[in-house]
C-alpha cells in the first residue's frame, strides 16, 4: 500500500502561483507514473496533467494551456505541479495519484493509489 501526501495548497490571489508536492509515505517514487487531478465542489473529478516513471514525458489537459508544470524529482521522491496564472475557477481540491507503471494516463481509473487532497483557493 503507498500512501501519497499532498503539500502546498492555499489560498491565492487571482494571477498568482503555487507549487503542489505529492511524496509517497515509507518508500520511494521512482518506480510509478503520476498525475494531478482536481475537483470542485458540484463537479466530477478532472484530469490536470500526468508524468511517466522517469519524468522524461508529460502530458496536460488542454485547459491548463501552458500554465501548469508537472515536474517530479526522483531523488527526493516528489512529484510537483507548479501553477501559474491562477484564476478563480481553478478553486478545487487537488489530488495526486500515482500507478507502479511507466505511463501515466488521463483516466482516473489508471491510477492505484490516492492522495487525501488539498485545497486550492483562487480569490478574485
Known amino acids: 500500500q503507498v500512501q501519497l501526501v499532498e503539500s502546498g495548497g492555499g489560498l491565492v490571489q487571482a494571477g498568482g502561483s503555487l507549487r503542489l508536492s505529492c511524496a509517497p509515505s515509507g518508500r520511494t517514487f521512482s518506480d510509478y507514473a503520476a498525475g494531478w487531478f482536481r475537483q470542485a465542489p458540484g463537479k466530477e473529478r478532472e484530469f490536470i496533467a500526468g508524468i511517466n516513471w522517469s519524468g522524461g514525458t508529460t502530458f496536460y489537459a488542454n485547459f491548463v494551456k501552458g500554465r501548469f508544470t508537472i515536474s517530479r524529482d526522483n531523488a527526493k521522491s516528489t512529484v510537483y505541479l507548479q501553477m501559474n496564472s491562477l484564476k478563480p475557477e481553478d478553486t478545487a481540491v487537488y489530488y495526486c495519484?500515482?500507478?507502479?507503471?511507466?505511463?501515466?494516463?488521463?483516466?482516473?481509473?489508471?491510477?492505484?493509489?490516492w492522495g487525501q487532497g488539498t485545497q486550492v483557493t483562487v480569490s478574485s
Open positions: 495519484a500515482a500507478s507502479p507503471t511507466y505511463w501515466s494516463t488521463s483516466r482516473s481509473d489508471g491510477y492505484a493509489y
